[in-house]
């Protein structure tokens, strides 16, 4: 089947998949942050190449008390970002290492918004980047309709993860950028966890 259109949505993140992993430019990346809005402070990022090596894993002291409802999702607080860099001394970095690459985030329509703005805040450019998602892969792969509109269903990155029989990330950022990149590999397989396609 040459024609995309043709293709069922698993079809679909299966070749997406198989580009994903088949590129050696690409990096992958999460943060971890002060709340669930565009502008919420990083506490915690991590980008890692294709091959799994660690580009980047950094805790970031946000500048603000880190609120008690996102301490109790990533387990990061005030204390442990006390001696942390703030993202003014890491963004020249992040710049480097994402700009101008394909940048595989699990909800990428999230972190890379939050990525962008905390650079904007530290005074550069936003990145020129692709940011491919790697939650709406799933969505697809796992072909549960959405609830709340078109398309498929947005799936945990655990419940994603487990799919696979794949240890999850439980909100650290490394732990997550790890098992995004390792979701997407099992995801190109064209396997289920049971071995069946």
């Known amino acids: 089947m040459s024609d995309t259109n043709e293709l069922t949505p698993k079809q679909r993140a299966i070749l997406w998949a198989r580009w994903i992993t088949g590129n050696e430019e690409v990096v992958y990346t999460d943060t971890e942050t002060c709340g669930i809005g565009p502008h919420a402070p990083i506490v915690d990022i991590a980008i890692v190449d294709q091959a799994g090596k660690v580009l980047l894993n950094s805790l970031v002291n946000p500048g603000i008390p880190i609120p008690p409802e996102a301490s109790a999702v990533h387990g990061i607080h005030d204390a442990d970002v006390a001696m942390a860099p703030a993202f003014d001394q890491l963004a020249e970095k992040v710049i480097k290492l994402l700009g101008g690459r394909v940048v595989c985030v699990y909800n990428a329509g ?88």
């Open 110 to 197: 999230f972190d890379g918004i939050v990525i962008n703005n905390a650079i904007i805040r530290a005074g550069r450019a936003p990145i020129a980047t692709r940011w491919e998602c790697a939650m709406l892969a799933y969505g697809d792969w796992d072909g549960t309709p959405s609830t709340r509109g078109p398309g498929m269903k947005w799936h945990k990155l655990s419940a994603a993860c487990a799919s696979f029989g794949i240890e999850p990330g439980n909100h650290r950022a490394l732990a997550d950028t790890e098992a995004a990149r390792l979701l997407v590999a099992a995801m190109a397989t064209g396997e289920e966890r049971n071995g069946t396609v």
